[in-house]
């Protein structure tokens, strides 16, 4: 990893991007974020990733930030195709709406 995600401070209902890039391979190593632990998928609604190839990094987008449920630790996880793993985490901690004012 060349730039590891950095931790977050974050208010309920705002939006949180965390970014990660890994140092450039061939092939390319393929890119997945976890939450505590457990793959982050697409599909859900709220957590959008963005695979950035140009850049060699992704985007993991949470809109909108729920108060408690999205407090976690986020890893970037970068695999090769000959199994090597790599992987940098953070934190983000939610506060109620109210708390940034």
Same mark, same amino acid.
């Given at each position: ?5 950095? +931790?977050? *401070? ?15 391979? $061939?092939?390319? =190593? ?25 850049? +060699?990094? *992704? ?15 986020? $890893?970037?996880? =970068? ?23």
């Amino acid at each position: 990893m060349t730039v590891h995600p950095r +931790d977050q *401070t974050v208010r309920a209902g705002a939006i949180a991007s965390i970014w990660c890039h890994v140092t450039p391979s $061939e092939p390319p =190593a393929q890119l997945s974020w976890r939450k505590n632990g457990k793959r982050i998928s697409s599909f859900q609604s709220r957590y959008q990733i963005k695979d950035l190839p140009a850049a +060699d990094g *992704t985007l993991l987008r949470i809109d909108p930030v729920r108060l408690v449920r999205d407090e976690a630790v986020y $890893e970037c996880v =970068a695999e090769t195709t000959q199994g090597e793993q790599v992987s940098a985490d953070s934190s983000i901690t939610v506060l109620e709406s109210e708390s940034l004012n």
